[in-house]
Nanobody
Framework: VQLQASGGGLVQAGGSLRLSCQASGRTFNFGLMGWFRQAPGKEREFVAA????????YYADVLKGRFAIARGNAKTMMYLEMNSLEPEDTAVYFCAARGNRVPISALQSASQYTYWGQGTQVTVSS
């Protein structure tokens, strides 16, 4: 299984971007799909996740209200809509997935995800 993230770019503060993630290869229903980001010199951090089993979405508290995760009509697509972007949102954004679901308490941990995309750079200028 391969994940391909795209849609990053340079945007001014206050702007919006929509990231896409497409899965290919041996396809099956991912139990959990999510987005993480990593800024220079910082650890990879959780952004949002989509629990396909229950249809629930989860967000990092600091991003609630500005970011929205959604699945595509095709089971292999996932999106991250980012609004009111701030310079602090500058990072490489990664999509990730795993086959089965995990407890809510664990889904913010990068170690829970089996498959990772290569990342797409998002740069927000002030």
């Amino acid at each position: 299984v391969q994940l391909q993230a795209s849609g990053g770019g340079l945007v001014q503060a206050g702007g919006s971007l929509r990231l896409s993630c497409q899965a290919s290869g041996r396809t099956f229903n991912f139990g959990l799909m999510g987005w993480f980001r990593q800024a220079p010199g910082k650890e990879r951090e959780f952004v949002a996740a989509f629990d396909r089993g229950g249809g629930h979405t989860y967000y990092a508290d600091v991003l609630k209200g500005r970011f929205a995760i959604a699945r595509g009509n095709a089971k292999t697509m996932m999106y991250l809509e980012m609004n009111s972007l701030e310079p602090e949102d500058t990072a490489v954004y990664f999509c990730a997935a795993r086959g089965n679901r995990v407890p809510i308490s664990a889904l913010q941990s990068a170690s829970q995800y089996t498959y990772w995309g290569q990342g797409t750079q998002v740069t927000v200028s002030s």
